[in-house]
């Protein structure tokens, strides 16, 4: 399994349905980078994102994108396979 890494808050409705997704698809892990509590991250996560909200998703090195991004392509048929990878 990849790693999951999703940028997130703790009250975020977006980021509560990425995790449901993903949790769906099988995913056991994902790696919580916590911008509301730490603010240094939301810089960080806007310089490689160029995208001030949340959530945003990273499937190994591969940014998704948001929950609609997440979304999109888990309906697109995209989404199993970058999650098979090995």
């Known amino acids: 399994m ?3 890494t999703m940028y997130t808050t703790a009250t975020c409705p ?3 349905n990425a995790e ?3 949790l ?3 995913v056991t892990e994902i790696n919580k980078i916590r911008v ?3 603010p240094e991250q939301r810089v960080e996560m806007m310089q ?3 995208r ?4 945003q998703i990273y499937i190994d090195e591969h940014h998704v994108g948001g929950f609609e991004e997440l979304r999109a392509l888990d309906m697109a048929g995209g989404l199993m396979p970058l999650l098979n990878k090995d």
Do not use: A, E
């Not at 001030?52 to 959530?55: E, F, I, L, M």
């Open 36 to 38: 509301d509590l730490q």
């Open 20 to 22: 449901r997704l993903l």
């Open 48 to 50: 490689k994102t160029g």
């Open 52 to 55: 001030r909200t949340v959530p």
């Open 14 to 16: 977006y980021c509560i």
């Open 24 to 26: 769906s698809k099988g």
């Open 2 to 4: 990849p790693t999951i």
